[in-house]
């Protein structure tokens, strides 16, 4: 037997960041453009960009700095908040699974 959970953070009642987020900007940061990261996730441009501006939006800051156009096309990279933002949660998430394998394993 296993058990499985979801995390994720919300405001004012609506989901703004959670796994889904996160392995976006995750692949944004490493392929140095949200339409590169978003096509790798099989996920329109449109709906990345809408994701993140709307998460830029709840947070009240920019979670990446974005240069549009050019010879090369544009490029996206990670700000110094969206960076902590991601280290915040990812370390929430291990703490919440060790919490949660604990609970499990004392339960069963």
């Known amino acids: 037997m296993n058990i499985g959970w979801k995390i994720w953070l919300t405001k004012d009642g609506s989901k703004i960041y959670g796994k889904g987020p996160k392995e976006l900007l995750q692949r944004t940061e490493k ?61 929430l998430e291990k703490r919440v699974e060790e919490a949660i394998l604990k609970i499990f394993e004392e339960t069963f």
């Open 31 to 91: 392929m140095g453009s949200l339409r590169k990261a978003a096509m790798s996730m099989n996920m329109s441009y449109s709906k990345a960009w809408n994701l993140i501006s709307n998460l830029e939006k709840s947070l009240g800051f920019k979670i990446l700095d974005k240069t549009i156009g050019g010879v090369d096309g544009g490029s996206s990279t990670l700000t110094e908040e969206g960076k902590v933002l991601m280290s915040k949660y990812e370390d």
